[in-house]
């Protein structure tokens, strides 16, 4: 007989929905802040104790919410923002669900205290755990402030999937800083323990506000533009004046979302139009109008899907192409393939091993070269098959064969994984099968792996709480190593805080490492042939000195060192 059919109790749906829309503290200000805005504070200041996890105001000069509303504020499907179905279709707000509220209410202590312009005073109301248990009218000033303490302690299950304090504060800290990003004519005050963490005060300067949250002074390049029924902005913190750190933050509609067809025409853009090793930080701001985009696509919001995905790239991708017009074009002849070089067995040898990096920038932009210089290199052989054994004039080299390989395949997995264009479909998916820690962990990674050109999509539990995952798709580049060892090693790595770049330099060494053994490994006899094709690929490496854990590839010994060690000298 089937199991007895019945309704779940108000208490376990808010439960659930907390679940769903309150992951940490900084889903808590995610949702704080938005109802801020939303209610159209131009002054937002929120206070953390213990990174949240004790306590969280959020208090703004907002519209405040009516004295008769206030306990509809907590019921669930209870908002002020959207009528009816048709308003789906045009929404303005950043909440329209009337259930973050509720949610948060399920799992905290809330205090709201509100007043509107219209109502003398204002009200106070208390609840423990969605219950209800004051309600008072008390002086305040227009605007609302909402206390939520000990998120999750009605939840001991969830509590425990709290991280550390530092992680999760670093996570409140870069919620309130994409806010600021989109919002720069609001104010924000940050507050940690007592101690002010930032003010950013009031400004109409995007450029201005970027700066001061990024905490950068170099120039943005940005570019403005509208079409149809879109617009948008973007700012791009100048190549020639900073490190490379490719990040990429998107908001459309004034949220901050992550979306593959954006990164991907962003990335795909100065891929093809700079020069490699260049990963500059870009912000894209897009306003679309909302019939044409669809918000409401998961309960966190911080995905969207576009109506027409084939103009939004191409108009993100004329943005780009704005912006950078005056920036570094791409090297002319720059090599895409690293058989570009490749020279046949009769002239096998290349004429030099000076890997030059020359440090004059031009156009901005850092240039590398092999230098050819006219000595001449002779193979000696190879040293138990491990390093390759040379003479270049009055010099005796060794290359580490696999230190070598390493930085090759390193740098070519970091650039490709950068352009997800190179997909290999699996004609069948393979299944990856975790317990319950590595599956928690693995599943966050899932949105970003998939944003660098895998498909992984969760399938389903098997017995104790394993969870199977699907792999449908992985980049090209990662195509000849075996993906689930790619995952397995990813996952004993520390991932409390995984950064795009993070990401990327994570899967690049272990794939680096993975796909020497799957290729030609430490040991192995080389044909002059291969011995000339590795080093014209190191030469074409941006730091051909050393392998990715910054040993080195090449030892040169001096004639005169030689001349010492035989006492000849
Ligand atoms: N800071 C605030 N200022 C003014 N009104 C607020 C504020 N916070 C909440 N409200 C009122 O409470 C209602 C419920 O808020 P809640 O966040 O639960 O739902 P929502 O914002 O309508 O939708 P969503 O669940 O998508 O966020 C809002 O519709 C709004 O009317
Ligand atoms: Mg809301």
């Not at 423990?128 to 206390?147: H, L, P």
């Not at 090693?489 to 490492?513: C, H, M, P, W």
């Amino acid at each position: 007989m089937g199991k007895k059919i019945h309704q779940l109790s108000l208490d376990i749906v808010n439960k659930i929905a907390a679940g769903e829309v309150v992951e940490r503290p900084a889903s808590v200000i995610k949702e704080l802040v938005e109802n801020s805005i939303d209610a159209e504070a131009n002054d937002i200041h929120i206070e953390l104790v213990d990174a949240g996890k004790k306590q969280i105001l959020v208090k703004d000069n907002g519209a405040g919410i009516n004295n008769d509303d206030i306990d509809l504020a907590l019921t669930r499907h209870a908002t002020s923002k959207i009528q009816d179905l048709e308003d789906l279709y045009s929404i303005s707000t950043l909440g329209f669900r009337g259930e973050a509220l509720p949610a948060i209410a399920s799992v905290s202590k809330m205090n709201i205290t509100s007043k509107t312009k219209d109502d003398g005073a204002g009200t106070k109301l208390y609840a423990e755990y969605g219950d209800i248990k004051s309600r008072n009218k008390k002086a305040v000033s227009n605007g609302t402030a909402i206390s939520v303490e000990e998120l999750y302690s009605n939840t001991p299950a969830r509590l425990k999937f709290l991280r550390k304090s530092n992680t999760e504060l670093s996570h409140c800290i870069s919620t309130v800083n994409n806010y600021a990003i989109a919002y720069p004519s609001v104010s924000f005050k940050l507050m940690h323990n007592g101690r002010s963490l930032f003010f950013l005060p009031q400004t109409n300067n995007t450029e201005q506000r970027l700066s001061s949250v990024l905490g950068t002074k170099a120039k943005w390049l940005s570019a403005k533009s509208a079409y149809e029924y879109a617009s948008g902005e973007v700012f791009i913190l100048d190549p020639s004046e900073t490190d490379t750190v490719r990040e990429i933050r998107i908001f459309v509609n004034g949220r901050f979302v992550r979306d593959r067809i954006v990164n991907h025409a962003v990335t795909s853009y100065f891929e093809k139009h700079l020069s490699t090793g260049t990963e500059p930080l870009i912000v894209m701001f897009l306003n679309i109008d909302p019939a044409f985009v669809d918000a409401n696509v998961s309960p966190t919001k911080n995905e969207v899907r576009f109506r027409e995905p084939n103009f939004i790239y191409s108009f993100v991708q004329s943005l780009m192409e704005q912006a950078l017009k005056d920036a570094a074009p791409k090297r002319p002849g720059q090599a895409q393939t690293f058989s570009a070089n490749y020279q046949t067995a009769s002239d096998a040898m290349p004429q030099s091993l000076n890997f030059t990096t020359d440090t004059k920038k031009q156009s901005g932009t850092e240039q590398k070269r092999l230098d050819i210089p006219s000595s001449q290199i002779k193979m000696i052989g190879q040293f138990k098959m491990q390093y390759i054994v040379m003479e270049e004039n009055e010099k005796l080299i060794l290359i580490d064969q696999h230190a070598a390989h390493e930085r090759i395949n390193f740098e070519r997995i970091t650039a490709s994984l950068a352009d997800t264009k190179e997909l290999q479909q699996l004609l069948i998916p393979d299944t990856l099968e975790l317990n319950i820690g590595d599956s928690l962990k693995f599943r966050e990674l899932i949105p970003q792996l998939n944003e660098k050109g895998f498909s992984i999509e969760e399938f389903g539990r098997g017995a104790k709480g394993k969870a199977t995952f699907l792999i449908r798709s992985i980049p090209r580049i990662l195509s000849n190593i075996d993906v689930k060892e790619l995952f397995l090693e990813l996952i004993k790595e520390d991932l409390s805080d995984v950064s795009r770049q993070a990401l990327t330099k994570k899967l690049a060494l272990i794939g680096a490492r993975l796909s020497c053994h799957a290729s030609i490994r430490g040991k192995e006899r080389l044909s002059d042939m291969e011995v000339n094709q590795l080093l014209n690929q190191l030469g074409k490496c941006e730091f051909p000195y050393t392998c990715p854990h910054g040993r080195p590839t090449k030892i040169e010994i001096t004639l005169s060192d030689i001349e010492k060690m035989f006492k000849r000298k």
